[in-house]
């Protein structure tokens, strides 16, 4: 699945969604077997308009009368001429087909007039040749041109259970010529009629439904393994790529290629079939008329091929257009607070405007291609029309074809222009959805930073026991390839040793912590836990013994419970979760909460939070519980530069304090009382270690060091 398609072939990015239906193919089938029974029905609803025709305009012909000699003709392999009155001298032969097994015996302008000696009129002939199950029969005939009467044996198409079919459903109708019995035939027909509409009506709610459920299944499949691919990228794809694009990718992507999936599996088998079945009752009337009408075909074809082209690049467009849109307002309501305060409201609302624009005239013009669809084909279906006409009238008029077969082959061909009108944006639907389809696909393909199975599997990093080692490390990040952000950093820290990053802004403290992660690998150098080059183990081992707490404490939007126990394995006891809590300093506070969410009041530890509903400090704190509760080795802790007030301040310290005894921790200080209880200070400026020891020796050694205390922590020395 992950091999790269071939450009040449048709589609190659959709049709690899299509695997995702595989786990689905139940409803699939169902669904596409539903398609063959709105076919058949469409094509019976269509034909029901030859005996609607044949009632409303023969003037001899009950609808009976019409479908035995129907059924004469082809047994016999004869035509008999039509609509004439019941004539008691038996029925006269206009044309006998040279390959009619008749030929022989038979000419045109013979007359039958008894079969098995009984002669019943042209009409109860007729009857009784529709019903006959024998291959040979009895018949007495007048030959034309010296009016001689004869005995002969005539042989029979075979019989089939249709032909019995036919007879009954002719014995049901009724048999009078006069307008009460062709109104009652045609309430039959239309009776029919109603009920060949329900029943195409109940398969295609199958066939749609059916179709969707695989659809729509094989999309949470398609969505859910995307989402997770998303969260396992590395942190340098992540750093690389807008947000707002890879949400349009989930937003408007997949919206495109569900409408692609349903469209192959719905439209494009239904209505082919739908014009298959008409094609088919077409040929039955007259096969040449179809020929004159298929004409059109290869150019409408050429028609839909070039509007597919222009929908597919206008779709690249529209998507791309979509994820700098989304980009650009989820920053802005994410930055809400500066936007409103800097009055850029209205500015903004211009940018967004303006880049609105790319994706109204993208998506106009794919409107456009679709409607000129329409309108395109149904010119070049008129002038297919009109050659199957001018062509029909002239068989009509060489009497080659009944009139009401010629009106029911123009009703046919209006049934297939349906479907075929409705193919029309087919072609445009699936370009829209290879666009969109390489575009996940795209997102899919992207290596995660350790697959979800591996063949071979990293081993299990064993527990911090000794050391870490940070060994001649340098990095720089790869959108600033030439710029290194940490170069040749040595560093060995002791397990239960408290360490305090200290350095100006942009000095590298974040990307070490990264480093050590594994967001991201040195370029040069490796990084040790007890002599191992964390490198050689599986990240979930190592990230396992790792406690995050970043500066902005990320809080998602979940109850309070569920952010503390944040990747806690299994269900917890609330009295640990609540333990955590304590140790962080933040029980008084979760049991002062009460936050209404949607509607409904949440208190304690069942609040629903949110980054936005809480202070930097409760927020630090809260994260520091979530650290606590997993109980890492090692701990890394960005400290918020934001002021915090001087009580949760101190409340910070003391559960720093008790979270960092007998933890190996990294902070990155920000402020005085961090350093001053750190075991070791380490002094970074420009990627390098400067200096590192104990507060009172740095000031003594390190002069870079005593500014930064005057300047970040505010410290006079
Ligand atoms: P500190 O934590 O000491 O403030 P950082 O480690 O965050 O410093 O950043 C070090 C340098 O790396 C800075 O110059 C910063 O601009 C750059 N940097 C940080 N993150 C990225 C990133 N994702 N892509 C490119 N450059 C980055």
Redesign the pocket.
């Known amino acids: 699945m992950s091999r790269e398609p071939r450009p040449t072939t048709w589609l190659p990015n959709f049709r690899r969604t299509i695997a995702y239906l595989r786990p689905h193919l139940r409803p699939l089938i169902l669904g596409l077997v539903a398609a063959i029974g709105v076919s058949v029905f469409y094509t019976f609803s269509i034909s029901s308009v030859i005996p609607l025709l044949k009632v409303v305009f023969a003037d001899h012909e009950t609808l009976a009368d019409w479908l035995h000699r129907a059924e004469t003709q082809r047994r016999l392999d004869i035509v008999i001429a039509a609509d004439l009155p019941d004539d008691p001298d038996g029925l006269v032969i206009t044309h006998v087909r040279p390959e009619s097994p008749s030929a022989g015996v038979l000419a045109d302008g013979d007359r039958i007039v008894a079969i098995r000696d009984e002669s019943p009129g042209s009409y109860g002939l007729m009857q009784r040749f529709a019903g006959l199950t024998e291959q040979s029969i009895q018949v007495t005939i007048v030959h034309l041109p010296d009016n001689n009467r004869r005995e002969i044996e005539l042989h029979l198409q075979p019989y089939h259970w249709w032909s019995g079919a036919l007879c009954r459903v002719a014995a049901l109708l009724p048999s009078g010529k006069d307008p009460d019995s062709r109104l009652n035939t045609l309430a039959i027909v239309m009776g029919t009629l109603v009920l060949i509409t329900l029943l195409g009506g109940l398969c295609r709610l199958a066939n749609e439904g059916l179709i969707a459920t695989a659809v729509q299944s094989s999309l949470h499949d398609l969505r859910s393994e995307l989402a997770e691919h998303v969260l396992r990228l590395p942190m340098q794809w992540h750093?690389a790529q807008p947000p707002g694009d890879t949400l349009g990718r989930f937003a408007t992507d997949i919206n495109k290629v569900e409408v692609g999936l349903t469209t192959l599996f719905g439209r494009a088998v239904r209505e082919p079939m739908k014009a298959a079945g008409v094609l088919a009752l077409t040929v039955l009337i007259d096969w040449r008329l179809l020929i004159v009408a298929a004409l059109g075909l290869p150019i409408g074809l050429l028609v839909m091929g070039t509007f597919g082209r222009l929908v597919k690049r206008s779709q690249k467009r529209a998507s791309e257009s979509w994820g700098r849109l989304l980009d650009h307002l989820s920053e802005r309501i994410a930055g809400i607070r500066v936007v409103k305060a800097y009055g850029m409201q209205a500015a903004e609302g211009k940018r967004f405007e303006r880049e609105g624009r790319t994706l109204t005239r993208a998506q106009t013009h794919i409107e456009l291609v679709d409607a000129a669809t329409k309108p395109a084909l149904e010119v070049l279906a008129m002038l297919a029309v009109s050659g199957f006409v001018v062509y029909g009238a002239t068989r009509v008029f060489n009497q080659q074809l009944e009139p009401h077969l010629f009106f029911a082959a123009i009703v046919c061909l209006g049934g297939v222009f349906d479907p075929v009108r409705k193919l029309g944006k087919v072609n445009n639907r699936l370009q829209a959805a290879e666009v969109s389809a390489r575009r996940l696909l795209e997102l899919r393909d992207v290596r995660t930073e350790e697959p979800a199975i591996s063949r071979t599997p990293r081993p299990d990093l064993p527990p911090l026991a000794g050391a870490i080692e940070f060994r001649g490390v340098s990095f720089a990040?790869p959108?600033?390839a030439d710029k290194l952000?940490l170069d040749g950093v040595d560093l060995r820290v002791r397990k239960g040793q408290a360490i305090a990053l200290v350095?100006p802004?942009?000095?590298?403290?974040?990307?070490l912590m990264s480093l050590l992660l594994r967001f991201y690998e040195p370029m040069r150098g490796r990084i040790l836990i007890d002599g191992r080059d964390i490198t050689q183990f599986s990240l979930e081992s190592l990230r396992s013994q790792i406690g995050l707490v970043t500066q902005e404490a990320v809080i998602f939007a979940d109850t309070v419970r569920a952010n503390i126990a944040y990747g806690a394995n299994g269900v917890l006891d609330d009295e640990i979760i609540r333990r955590a809590a304590k140790r962080a300093h933040i029980d008084d506070f979760i049991q002062s909460l009460s936050v209404v969410h949607e509607g409904r009041k949440t208190h304690g530890y069942d609040a629903f939070i949110s980054t936005r509903s809480l202070s930097g400090g409760q927020r630090q704190r809260l994260a520091l519980a979530r650290a606590i509760l997993r109980d890492p080795p090692i701990l890394i802790l960005d400290e918020a530069t934001s002021q915090v007030d001087s009580e949760s301040e101190r409340k910070i310290q003391e559960a720093l304090e008790d979270v960092t005894r007998n933890r190996t921790t990294f902070v990155?200080a920000h402020r005085y009382s961090t350093i001053a209880r750190a075991d070791v200070t380490v002094v970074?400026n420009e990627g390098r270690i400067i200096s590192y020891g104990k507060h009172a020796e740095l000031l003594e050694t390190c002069p870079f060091y005593v500014k930064l205390c005057e300047t970040q922590f505010a410290t006079r020395v």
């Open positions: 750093g990040y959108s600033h952000v350095g802004n942009g000095s590298g403290k974040t990307t990155i970074l």
